[in-house]
């Protein structure tokens, strides 16, 4: 299976200020016939199932705020937000989709200082 | 507006059996991988397998295998996980979700895009 690990367990930031969130793979997701990264991130808020913001890495969903990005390749990634608003303080997965069976980050906590 | 809605929450002894369901609407169902994922405290988020409504395939995770069984009835456009004897290491939060790929059941690897609101399954004697 391909383990999937994020950092920080948890992380305050300042309203406004950018929250980095990192998510590496035990191998690489980069499929090198179509050099996608089979990488997607989700938000979730307490009493809420999960929400897809990034599929293939760095391809935002629609209706995700542009404040939010994607980015890395390979088996190193990263989720971006660059100004955070009180309604991003959630829990953020990463997810890949390589191969089966799929699997999780741990989870990255967004509170506000 | 496309939808997956799930059934209640159970409370269940161990050893019982259990169904649970997850209705989708607003998409053909029938072209849609219907996953299941469970989420505890200490585990996080687990991906349990997928069933494709289309043509009843399955692929299940290795690790729940045997444990659990997949299955969908297009008729009614739902999808079920279902256990025939629940032990309490199986309490957990389960959602459905919908892969993002769609069309045929060629691929069953991607993202999930639409999820159901979680069914609580509790099982304690």
């Known amino acids: 299976d391909i383990v999937m690990t994020q950092s920080p367990d948890s992380l305050a930031v300042s309203l406004g200020e950018r929250a980095t969130i990192n998510c590496k793979s035990s191998?690489?997701?980069?499929?090198?016939?179509?050099?996608?990264?089979?990488l997607a991130w989700y938000q979730q808020k307490p009493g809420q199932p999960p929400k897809l913001l990034f599929t293939?890495?760095?391809s935002r969903k629609s209706g995700v705020p542009d404040r939010f990005g994607g980015s890395g390749s390979g088996t190193d990634f990263t989720l971006t937000i660059s100004s955070l608003q009180a309604e991003d303080v959630a829990v953020y997965y990463c997810q890949q989709y390589y191969n089966n069976p799929l699997t999780f980050g741990g989870g990255t906590k967004v509170e506000i200082k | 507006e496309v939808q997956l809605v799930q059934s209640g929450a159970e409370v269940k002894k161990p050893g019982e059996s259990l169904k649970i369901s997850c209705q989708g609407s607003g998409y053909t169902f029938t072209n849609f991988w219907i996953g299941w994922v469970r989420q505890t405290p200490g585990k996080g988020l687990e991906w349990m397998g997928i069933?494709?409504?289309?043509?009843?395939?399955?692929r299940y995770n290795p690790s729940f295998q045997g444990q659990v069984t997949i299955s969908a009835d297009k008729s009614v456009s739902t999808a079920y996980l279902q256990w025939s004897s629940l032990k309490a290491s199986d309490t957990a939060m389960y959602y459905c979700?919908?892969?993002?790929?769609?069309?045929?059941?060629?691929?069953?690897?991607?993202?999930?895009?639409?999820w159901g609101q979680g069914t609580m399954v509790t099982v304690s004697s």
């Open positions: 191998q690489s997701l980069l499929y090198s016939s179509n050099n996608q990264n089979y």
């Open positions: 293939w890495a760095s």
């Open positions: 979700a919908r892969l993002v790929y769609s069309g045929s059941s060629r691929r069953s690897n991607d993202a999930f895009d639409i």
């Open positions: 069933g494709y409504p289309g043509d009843s395939n399955t």
